[in-house]
């Protein structure tokens, strides 16, 4: 599976952004989707994730701010961030689970929130 991420930038505490992320090839496989984000010096954490059947699981940090939604249609997962915080700049990555370890991932697009 191919991933090809998009979206990210600068953007002002409070603002919003949404992530986009494209698979391609061998897509039957794919089970979860999802996005990641890390920091330089800490380890990846996953941020949400959206199972096959529409389930959705986020970070503690990120309820209530962050959705994340798949278009299987279009093969695409969104990651819409809302009331963004200086604490949410990372490199975020999108990643899916075929089918059942996160096996492939995206290049990482940079996400920073700063005024």
């Known amino acids: 599976v191919q991933l090809q991420a998009s979206g990210g930038g600068l953007v002002q505490p409070g603002g919003s952004l949404r992530l986009s992320c494209a698979a391609s090839?061998?897509?039957?496989?794919?089970?979860?989707m999802g996005w990641y984000r890390q920091v330089p010096g800490k380890q990846r954490e996953l941020v949400a994730r959206?199972?096959?059947?529409?389930?959705?699981n986020y970070a503690d940090s990120v309820k209530g701010r962050f959705f994340i939604s798949r278009d299987n249609a279009k093969n695409t997962v969104y990651l819409q961030m809302n009331s963004l915080k200086p604490e949410d700049t990372a490199v975020y990555y999108c990643?899916?689970?075929?089918?059942?370890?996160?096996?492939?991932w995206g290049q990482g697009t940079q996400v920073t929130v700063s005024s």
């Open positions: 990643a899916t689970k075929e089918p059942t370890a996160w096996g492939s």
């Open positions: 959206v199972a096959s059947n529409g389930n959705t």
């Open positions: 090839g061998s897509i039957f496989s794919i089970n979860d």
